[in-house]
T-cell receptor
Framework: RKEVEQDPGPFNVPEGATVAFNCTYSNSASQSFFWYRQDCRKEPKLLMSVYSSGNEDGRFTAQLNRASQYISLLIRDSKLSDSATYLCVVNGRGYSTLTFGKGTMLLVSP | SAVISQKPSRDICQRGTSLTIQCQVDSQVTMMFWYRQQPGQSLTLIATANQGSEATYESGFVIDKFPISRPNLTFSTLTVSNMSPEDSSIYLC???????????FGEGSWLTVV
């Protein structure tokens, strides 16, 4: 089983739609979880951290399910500018080393 | 956050040559890392750049191929040695600060080996 798995997509949605991505991880001892956004030919940028209690930032909601070892990202009212690849990131073997998923591609169309 | 500058931003190189990528951070950081992202793949950690000592390499990466320097807390270099087309990739410098475990990335260096 891969350390961090994501559906590569692409997810094609119209503007205004709600879309959700899941990501599963294999290391039950993982402590830190993040969603990063990567635009085409750009570096990854932190979208949000994922906390045990779940957290929301505007149209974005992240949740963690430790029992099933997955995290989710929900995007409400999708905008064209949300089109990007969303990377699930889980801490790997230590405090400062992280494991990246391959990413889920989102395409928002007019 | 941190401002991370990488150069060159992109380059096309002949096979068999070497290229050194520089990473400069605008403030002192705890950890500096070098990642590689091959086309269509996830980011893979090459090594942790240790200030004043040899880098810590991940499985599959060796110092002879990817020598790394970190002379101080704000600067690091990665050299891709004896390049082959398989080394064509984005190379990303990244850092964490002592205030947390969030990782920030430089803009990346796009390398094409022909």
């Amino acid at each position: 089983r891969k350390e961090v798995e994501q559906d590569p997509g692409p997810f094609n949605v119209p503007e205004g739609a709600t879309v959700a991505f899941n990501c599963t991880y294999s290391n039950s001892a993982s402590q830190s979880f993040f969603w990063y956004r990567q635009d085409c030919r750009k570096e990854p940028k932190l979208l949000m951290s994922v906390y045990s209690s779940g957290n929301e930032d505007g149209r974005f909601t992240a949740q963690l399910n430790r029992a099933s070892q997955y995290i989710s990202l929900l995007i409400r009212d999708s905008k064209l500018s949300d089109s990007a690849t969303y990377l699930c990131v889980v801490n790997g073997r230590g405090y400062s080393t992280l494991t990246f998923g391959k990413g889920t591609m989102l395409l928002v169309s007019p | 956050s941190a401002v991370i500058s990488q150069k060159p931003s992109r380059d096309i190189c002949q096979r068999g040559t070497s290229l050194t990528i520089q990473c400069q951070v605008d403030s002192q950081v705890t950890m500096m890392f070098w990642y590689r992202q091959q086309p269509g793949q996830s980011l893979t950690l090459i090594a942790t750049a240790n200030q004043g000592s040899e880098a810590t390499y991940e499985s599959g990466f060796v110092i002879d191929k990817f020598p790394i320097s970190r002379p101080n807390l704000t600067f690091s270099t990665l050299t891709v040695s004896n390049m082959s087309p398989e080394d064509s990739s984005i190379y990303l410098c990244s850092v964490t600060k002592s205030s947390g475990n969030t990782i920030y990335f430089g803009e990346g260096s796009w390398l094409t080996v022909v």
